[in-house]
């Protein structure tokens, strides 16, 4: 399934770190589309570019040059202001390290979010969308790795996000806690239509997605499309 | 360089601001102690040296008259070295270019030569010729304020007459060091001027002749100071004497010496809350950098550093803040010890200052400084150094947190989770948040205890000014009048309202305690001097007993019917067992007070008056200042209008200054507090506020957890800041109340306000320095730091 209407378009996304010699080409002109209600997959090898690309999508950076349209708006145009609230409204994200404040439990932490978005929904919902009703009101430091990455995937979610922006969340975590993880993802992907990007260093996570997009050196390598998807279960890790 | 030592320096530039706010918060503890000892001893060597080479007398007393015959029986008192005897009293003047009347006292020069007690300084001009009347010399000041120099000339009444004198010389003198008119507190150099004359002339002016009124002795080494005076007392009282009295009793060397006594009293209360402040700041700061440098600690430990190295090499970090903050409290010690001694010279009169920069002061400020910093010190590296290696190298444990007060609260108030990180993280890091707590504390105390000083003043010019003192002229007389005199000046232009007063000389005692004061008498009908009780109202002294400031029988340790002992200092010189039957409060000078017909009673003499109380018809004042310039009875004039004009213009001068010293202080230590400790929440958690600005926090928003932290515990200081400052107001009203003047615990709420503000918008500054860095944070940047 996959809808017409991109919801991110990057038109010769670079990025250039640093200056002269010493200047690093992260991304070195990427044109890309991601759909509505799309899952896809980032593969490249370690410094290829994938972090920057998804940091850039989600206005956590800005690209050197190009530029970058959310639906029709054009965000490397866009006032640092413009670009919290954009945060606020449109992008969630979820981290390979959970940045959960330690001082907030768990519920605290999605409230955190849905107290300052649009049309949230209840931090409980949330969390039992990713099966952590029961630890509700645990504080991170009384989690474990996975359970922390689903209150992140809770949080990240609660505000009903258009697309949600994952580097490498499971890569902290063993297979079984990752394939919770995963499953959190594709079910918030399925019911309620948010597209979703996932950097991974796991390749066999590929299958999940409807596309993968393997990024080499600061390019678009290639795009695979999957015909038949597989479900987190049947990962081989 | 040693790589340790390369570290301490690198370490040392990248905490600079931090450790710049530490130093300046102890560089005003060394600053104040280095500038308060410094002038207290500034003051005491050029003291001592003025004393010393001038001869100033042990000991003096007063008479009505003596027979020169007496002198030599004087000289016979056991301990007597030298006796100089003279002729003194005070004249009206009538300056140039003055309207109302000017006063002096005149001093009778000996016979022949300059005194050999008391010796003045000659700084122009020369000494009156002894033979000639109309011949005298002036104090500087007075000739300064008057534009006098030798050659010029004024006219005084001496004795009823009319003489015109002409100046031959300006002088100075250690009896004068301090110069202050009767019935007021500071030096007023144009109404107030000491002259001398020949004594030839004086004792034709004053009806002296082989007679004189003062006495002035020098003891001999050793010479028991009370056995003379004692003696002295019996010598003198056939002759009217008034009690003698050592140097404590002399106005100037008593003015001087509490004001070294106030300098020593903020020396002692003002430096140490500087110095802990700092002690506490150090700990915070170093605690925080060695928690991060676990690592480095497990591994220079690992490949073989002591324990003892390690620590030394961190307390060596906190001695560099020390050494730092030491270096400027020093600068600003030393150039405020030099910005004293000229103030000083507005008030005390020295021919030349001596000024010491003390070494002591110096060395003990150092030593305190640098200590402090490493007592603050000590902590942080004890418990961080002693992990065995392999422990400090693994990281250590996330910050945990837990439910508790902060739970119970957030529901039934409805707080946004934003705020919820603020309460967690107080109630996480108490000791931290108690840092901040206790330094805004001490900022808002440290201004309370200084600004109350204003608020003091203000109380003591309205209570002496307006509620005791209602009168807008005193005239004093040359000698005691019957009543009548009332009536003569009631027919003088432009009185309006006249009232007489007597006032006699006691010395009160009771147990090891003894004070020279004023016994005034109260008549029932007295409306412009009012007696005030300890709350300022207004009453009547019963019609028995004795009623004194409070300040003074809580000092002597009496209470209310307690008897105490009163002599008589003029005739019949006997000494009453009076009870205390009410307690006054007077905050400048300090007299006893007893209703008039029962002091004359005591006296066994008719009422007699030797002051006069005025109201006047200002219209007519330049024809009353004609009249009493040329009345014989009066030996001086005093205007209170004009004498608080003059003293609230002191005030006025002094404030803006203080008020300024004061808020740099203030600001200082809420800086170094505020500063560092959110320089240290943005260390520890720039990660977690980045992750707050992935979320869709705005930069507005992100900083409300920072600032938000800081400025609720600055709030939550505040009130106990002022609790603090009170009791601070407390001990500097003790230190800085002499036996002149008895500075009274009120704090107004506008000094509260002021002291409030001020530390607020320090704090919110800091605080907002510290958000700058927080906005120019990279999301990125932040987040790729795992703490
Ligand atoms: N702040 C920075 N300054 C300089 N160079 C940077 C910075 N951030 C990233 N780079 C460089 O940009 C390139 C791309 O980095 P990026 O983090 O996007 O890689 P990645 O594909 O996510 O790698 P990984 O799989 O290891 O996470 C790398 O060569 C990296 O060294
Ligand atoms: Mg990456």
């Given at each position: 399934?996959?809808?017409?209407?991109?919801?991110?378009?990057?038109?010769?996304?670079?990025?250039?770190?640093?200056?002269?010699?010493?200047?690093?080409?992260?991304?070195?002109?990427?044109?890309?589309?991601?759909?509505?209600?799309?899952?896809?997959?980032?593969?490249?090898?370690?410094?290829?570019?994938?972090?920057?690309?998804?940091?850039?999508?989600?206005?956590?950076?800005?690209?050197?040059?190009?530029?970058?349209?959310?639906?029709?708006?054009?965000?490397?145009?866009?006032?640092?202001?413009?670009?919290?609230?954009?945060?606020?409204?449109?992008?969630?994200?979820?981290?390979?390290?959970?940045?959960?404040?330690?001082?907030?439990?768990?519920?605290?932490?999605?409230?955190?979010?849905?107290?300052?978005?649009?049309?949230?929904?209840?931090?409980?919902?949330?969390?039992?969308?990713?099966?952590?009703?029961?630890?509700?009101?645990?504080?991170?430091?009384?989690?474990?790795?996975?359970?922390?990455?689903?209150?992140?995937?809770?949080?990240?979610?609660?505000?009903?996000?258009?697309?949600?922006?994952?580097?490498?969340?499971?890569?902290?975590?063993?297979?079984?806690?990752?394939?919770?993880?995963?499953?959190?993802?594709?079910?918030?992907?399925?019911?309620?239509?948010?597209?979703?990007?996932?950097?991974?260093?796991?390749?066999?996570?590929?299958?999940?997605?409807?596309?993968?997009?393997?990024?080499?050196?600061?390019?678009?390598?290639?795009?695979?499309?999957?015909?038949?998807?597989?479900?987190?279960?049947?990962?081989?890790? | 360089?040693?790589?340790?030592?390369?570290?301490?320096?690198?370490?040392?530039?990248?905490?600079?601001?931090?450790?710049?706010?530490?130093?300046?918060?102890?560089?005003?503890?060394?600053?104040?102690?280095?500038?308060?000892?410094?002038?207290?001893?500034?003051?005491?060597?050029?003291?001592?040296?003025?004393?010393?080479?001038?001869?100033?007398?042990?000991?003096?007393?007063?008479?009505?008259?003596?027979?020169?015959?007496?002198?030599?029986?004087?000289?016979?008192?056991?301990?007597?070295?030298?006796?100089?005897?003279?002729?003194?009293?005070?004249?009206?003047?009538?300056?140039?270019?003055?309207?109302?009347?000017?006063?002096?006292?005149?001093?009778?020069?000996?016979?022949?030569?300059?005194?050999?007690?008391?010796?003045?300084?000659?700084?122009?001009?020369?000494?009156?010729?002894?033979?000639?009347?109309?011949?005298?010399?002036?104090?500087?000041?007075?000739?300064?304020?008057?534009?006098?120099?030798?050659?010029?000339?004024?006219?005084?009444?001496?004795?009823?007459?009319?003489?015109?004198?002409?100046?031959?010389?300006?002088?100075?003198?250690?009896?004068?060091?301090?110069?202050?008119?009767?019935?007021?507190?500071?030096?007023?150099?144009?109404?107030?001027?000491?002259?001398?004359?020949?004594?030839?002339?004086?004792?034709?002016?004053?009806?002296?002749?082989?007679?004189?009124?003062?006495?002035?002795?020098?003891?001999?080494?050793?010479?028991?100071?009370?056995?003379?005076?004692?003696?002295?007392?019996?010598?003198?009282?056939?002759?009217?004497?008034?009690?003698?009295?050592?140097?404590?009793?002399?106005?100037?060397?008593?003015?001087?010496?509490?004001?070294?006594?106030?300098?020593?009293?903020?020396?002692?209360v003002m430096?140490?809350v500087?110095?802990l402040v700092?002690?506490?700041?150090?700990?915070?700061?170093?605690?925080?950098?060695?928690?991060?440098?676990?690592?480095?600690?497990?591994?220079?430990?690992?490949?073989?550093?002591?324990?003892?190295?390690?620590?030394?090499?961190?307390?060596?970090?906190?001695?560099?803040?020390?050494?730092?903050?030491?270096?400027?409290?020093?600068?600003?010690?030393?150039?405020?010890?030099?910005?004293?001694?000229?103030?000083?010279?507005?008030?005390?009169?020295?021919?030349?200052?001596?000024?010491?920069?003390?070494?002591?002061?110096?060395?003990?400020?150092?030593?305190?400084?640098?200590?402090?910093?490493?007592?603050?010190?000590?902590?942080?590296?004890?418990?961080?150094?002693?992990?065995?290696?392999?422990?400090?190298?693994?990281?250590?444990?996330?910050?945990?947190?837990?439910?508790?007060?902060?739970?119970?609260?957030?529901?039934?108030?409805?707080?946004?989770?934003?705020?919820?990180?603020?309460?967690?993280?107080?109630?996480?890091?108490?000791?931290?948040?108690?840092?901040?707590?206790f330094g805004v504390t001490a900022s808002v105390a440290v201004l309370v205890g200084s600004l109350f000083?204003?608020?003091?003043?203000?109380?003591?010019?309205?209570?002496?000014?307006?509620?005791?003192?209602?009168?807008?002229?005193?005239?004093?007389?040359?000698?005691?009048?019957?009543?009548?005199?009332?009536?003569?000046?009631?027919?003088?232009?432009?009185?309006?309202?006249?009232?007489?007063?007597?006032?006699?000389?006691?010395?009160?005692?009771?147990?090891?305690?003894?004070?020279?004061?004023?016994?005034?008498?109260?008549?029932?009908?007295?409306?412009?001097?009012?007696?005030?009780?300890?709350?300022?109202?207004?009453?009547?002294?019963?019609?028995?007993?004795?009623?004194?400031?409070?300040?003074?029988?809580?000092?002597?340790?009496?209470?209310?019917?307690?008897?105490?002992?009163?002599?008589?200092?003029?005739?019949?010189?006997?000494?009453?067992?009076?009870?205390?039957?009410?307690?006054?409060?007077?905050?400048?000078?300090?007299?006893?007070?007893?209703?008039?017909?029962?002091?004359?009673?005591?006296?066994?003499?008719?009422?007699?008056?030797?002051?006069?109380?005025?109201?006047?018809?200002?219209?007519?004042?330049?024809?009353?200042?004609?009249?009493?310039?040329?009345?014989?009875?009066?030996?001086?004039?005093?205007?209170?209008?004009?004498?608080?004009?003059?003293?609230?213009?002191?005030?006025?001068?002094?404030?803006?200054?203080?008020?300024?010293?004061f808020?740099?202080l203030g600001?200082?230590i809420t800086?170094?507090?505020?500063?560092?400790?959110?320089?240290?929440?943005?260390?520890?958690?720039?990660?977690?506020?980045?992750?707050?600005?992935?979320?869709?926090?705005?930069?507005?928003?992100?900083?409300?957890?920072?600032?938000?932290?800081?400025?609720?515990?600055?709030?939550?200081a505040v009130p106990l800041g002022w609790l603090a400052g009170y009791g601070f107001a407390a001990l500097i009203?003790?230190?800085?109340?002499?036996?002149?003047?008895?500075?009274?615990?009120?704090v107004?709420?506008?000094?509260f306000?002021?002291a409030t503000?001020?530390v607020?918008?320090?704090?919110?500054?800091?605080?907002?320095?510290?958000?700058?860095?927080?906005?120019?944070?990279?999301?990125?940047?932040?987040?790729?730091?795992?703490?």
């Open positions: 399934m996959t809808a017409a209407r991109p919801v991110f378009r990057t038109i010769g996304v670079t990025k250039v770190y640093g200056e002269g010699s010493a200047a690093v080409h992260a991304l070195r002109g990427v044109d890309l589309d991601l759909n509505e209600g799309e899952m896809v997959v980032l593969l490249g090898a370690s410094g290829s570019g994938k972090s920057t690309l998804l940091n850039i999508l989600g206005a956590l950076d800005t690209p050197t040059a190009g530029s970058v349209f959310f639906r029709d708006r054009e965000l490397t145009r866009a006032s640092d202001r413009e670009l919290t609230a954009f945060r606020r409204d449109h992008v969630g994200f979820v981290f390979q390290f959970y940045n959960l404040v330690p001082s907030l439990t768990a519920r605290e932490n999605v409230a955190l979010v849905t107290e300052i978005a649009r049309a949230p929904m209840s931090p409980a919902e949330a969390l039992e969308r990713v099966g952590l009703g029961h630890r509700m009101d645990h504080f991170p430091a009384e989690m474990s790795g996975g359970e922390q990455q689903r209150v992140a995937i809770a949080r990240a979610i609660a505000k009903r996000p258009d697309v949600l922006l994952c580097d490498e969340p499971t890569g902290a975590l063993d297979s079984k806690t990752g394939v919770t993880v995963l499953e959190a993802l594709e079910a918030v992907n399925r019911e309620l239509g948010t597209a979703t990007a996932i950097i991974t260093h796991n390749a066999g996570i590929r299958r999940i997605a409807h596309r993968v997009i393997v990024i080499a050196d600061g390019r678009i390598a290639h795009i695979d499309e999957n015909a038949e998807r597989i479900a987190p279960a049947e990962v081989q890790w | 360089m040693r790589a340790l030592d390369l570290k301490l320096v690198r370490d040392l530039r990248r905490i600079w601001a931090q450790g710049l706010a530490i130093a300046l918060v102890l560089a005003c503890g060394v600053g104040i102690l280095v500038v308060s000892t410094g002038a207290q001893l500034t003051l005491t060597e050029s003291r001592d040296a003025y004393y010393e080479r001038q001869r100033f007398a042990d000991v003096f007393a007063t008479a009505t008259r003596v027979p020169r015959t007496l002198v030599p029986e004087i000289e016979r008192i056991d301990g007597v070295a030298q006796v100089e005897t003279r002729i003194a009293s005070y004249v009206v003047l009538d300056m140039p270019g003055m309207l109302e009347p000017a006063m002096g006292r005149l001093i009778s020069l000996p016979e022949a030569g300059p005194p050999l007690i008391n010796m003045p300084i000659l700084r122009s001009g020369r000494l009156p010729d002894p033979l000639r009347a109309d011949e005298i010399a002036v104090t500087e000041p007075f000739a300064e304020a008057h534009s006098l120099l030798p050659g010029d000339g004024f006219t005084a009444i001496l004795d009823g007459q009319l003489r015109r004198l002409t100046v031959t010389g300006l002088m100075l003198s250690p009896e004068f060091i301090y110069t202050m008119g009767p019935g007021t507190l500071i030096p007023d150099d144009r109404r107030f001027g000491i002259l001398w004359m020949g004594q030839d002339g004086a004792a034709a002016a004053f009806d002296m002749d082989g007679a004189f009124n003062e006495v002035v002795l020098r003891l001999t080494p050793g010479a028991s100071e009370d056995a003379v005076i004692a003696a002295l007392d019996i010598l003198l009282e056939p002759y009217g004497g008034t009690g003698a009295y050592g140097r404590d009793g002399q106005i100037s060397h008593a003015f001087l010496q509490s004001e070294l006594d106030q300098l020593a009293a903020i020396a002692v430096p140490p500087f110095l700092a002690a506490f700041l150090v700990n915070m700061v170093l605690g925080r950098l060695i928690a991060l440098e676990r690592q480095q600690i497990g591994l220079l430990k690992a490949v073989g550093y002591t324990t003892n190295a390690v620590a030394i090499h961190y307390l060596k970090l906190s001695a560099g803040i020390g050494v730092g903050g030491v270096l400027i409290g020093w600068a600003i010690g030393a150039w405020g010890a030099a910005g004293m001694a000229g103030l000083y010279q507005d008030f005390f009169r020295f021919p030349y200052l001596v000024y010491v920069p003390s070494p002591a002061a110096f060395a003990a400020s150092g030593a305190l400084g640098i200590a402090a910093v490493v007592i603050g010190a000590l902590r942080a590296v004890r418990s961080s150094v002693r992990l065995s290696p392999a422990v400090a190298m693994s990281p250590p444990a996330p910050p945990k947190y837990g439910r508790g007060i902060v739970d119970r609260l957030a529901g039934p108030l409805r707080l946004r989770q934003t705020t919820m990180m603020i309460l967690r993280s107080i109630v996480r890091w108490p000791g931290r948040s108690v840092v901040t707590l000083t204003f608020d003091a003043m203000d109380e003591m010019v309205d209570d002496f000014f307006y509620n005791a003192n209602r009168a807008q002229m005193t005239v004093m007389l040359s000698d005691p009048r019957s009543r009548g005199i009332i009536e003569d000046a009631r027919a003088l232009p432009g009185v309006l309202e006249v009232e007489g007063h007597a006032s006699v000389p006691v010395r009160l005692s009771h147990g090891s305690r003894e004070q020279t004061l004023r016994l005034e008498g109260q008549s029932g009908d007295a409306r412009l001097i009012r007696v005030l009780d300890p709350d300022g109202r207004a009453i009547h002294v019963p019609p028995e007993g004795i009623a004194l400031p409070a300040t003074l029988a809580r000092e002597f340790g009496l209470g209310l019917g307690d008897l105490v002992s009163v002599e008589l200092l003029t005739p019949p010189r006997e000494t009453h067992l009076l009870p205390v039957t009410a307690l006054t409060r007077q905050s400048m000078g300090q007299d006893a007070h007893m209703d008039e017909a029962a002091l004359f009673r005591l006296m066994r003499q008719v009422p007699q008056v030797n002051r006069l109380n005025l109201m006047v018809d200002e219209a007519e004042l330049p024809a009353l200042y004609a009249q009493l310039k040329q009345t014989p009875a009066v030996s001086g004039v005093m205007l209170w209008d004009e004498t608080r004009a003059q003293f609230q213009e002191e005030i006025q001068r002094n404030l803006a200054t203080s008020v300024t010293i808020a740099i600001i200082l800086f170094g507090v505020v500063y560092n400790a959110a320089r240290i929440q943005l260390a520890e958690r720039a990660h977690e506020l980045a992750s707050l600005r992935v979320l869709g926090f705005g930069k507005g928003e992100v900083a409300y957890v920072l600032v938000g932290e800081l400025m609720l515990l600055a709030l939550a009203a003790t230190g800085l109340s002499t036996e002149f003047v008895s500075i009274p615990l009120v107004s709420r506008g000094t306000a002021l503000m001020i607020l918008s320090a704090a919110l500054v800091s605080a907002l320095i510290v958000k700058r860095r927080l906005d120019r944070i990279e999301i990125v940047t932040a987040l790729k730091q795992k703490e």
